[in-house]
């Protein structure tokens, strides 16, 4: 790992170690330990993903964009920002068996970003990275774009008392973040920009954050720590049909309070 990115990821956990908010929440011992296998397989699967479309698409495209820099981290940040809207929205649809894992989970904290299976993993790094290699950006601007993607979902994961109200309807924060996590939810499916949220009709950011988190009927899902069964669930029957429709469902409006 870069020591700079290293250095920026040990930020976040000690922030999220040193003020939380919410104490259920709280990382526990064997979270630590699923999060270090898990990102090891995404690692891979990322590493995957990537010698694919390279190998496939950047070697035999033939051409590089001309763009000055900072229009390409531009135009690369949205691309990607973009295509990760659009096949996460697939994943709450008929793509939910592969999602699925990362919303079973009771607690939203830091350690549970990168719980997911494999293969929707390398799906996810793949479906990024096609837009930025067809779009002939320098490899430097797609390392990039990785990076500030992975901080990005890490930082929306943190279980830390922080308002950011005027950030809220441009930026997917803790705090919009947790409302995509509530049972249920089809909502904030943005990456990092809620742009896209807002122009598909799927943001939503109530004031007070959700009692919960997790799936509406966790008894049809394997436990969390059930790692086999979770990576064999892809292939197995049953599962919430509720989870599964593709339909954006906001969450219960609370009721109002005068002053």
């Known amino acids: 790992m870069n020591p700079f990115l290293f250095v920026l990821v040990l ?33 891979l699967a990322g590493i995957a993903a990537t010698l694919v479309a390279a190998l496939t698409l950047y070697a035999h495209l033939g051409w590089h964009n001309p763009l000055p820099y900072p229009i390409q981290l531009l135009l690369g940040f949205l691309l990607a920002d973009y295509a990760w809207y659009a096949f996460h929205r697939v994943c709450h649809g008929p793509g939910w068996r592969l999602h699925a894992w990362h919303h079973v989970p009771t607690r939203l904290n830091v350690w549970m970003t990168h719980i997911g299976h494999p293969a929707f993993n390398f799906l996810a790094a793949l479906v990024r990275l096609v837009p930025l290699l067809l779009a002939g950006l320098d490899p430097s601007i797609v390392t990039a774009v990785g990076v500030i993607q992975l901080l990005w979902t890490m930082a929306a994961h943190l279980n830390v008392p922080i308002s950011t109200p005027s950030l809220n309807r441009w930026l997917i924060t803790p705090q919009v973040h947790r409302w995509h996590h509530a049972p249920g939810a089809r909502v904030n499916l943005g990456l990092c920009l809620t742009l896209w949220d807002r122009l598909h009709g799927t943001y939503a950011c109530p004031t007070a954050g959700p009692s919960s988190v997790g799936v509406r009927t966790p008894e049809r899902y394997p436990h969390e720590n059930a790692l086999l069964a979770h990576l064999a669930y892809p292939l197995a029957r049953g599962g919430d049909g509720g989870d599964t429709s593709a339909a954006p469902r906001r969450p219960p409006p609370r009721p109002k309070t005068s002053l």
């Open 11 to 43: 930020l976040l956990l000690t922030l999220e170690l040193c003020t939380e908010h919410r104490r259920d929440w709280r990382a526990r011992g064997f979270d630590v330990l699923r999060t270090g296998l898990l990102w090891s397989l995404a690692v």
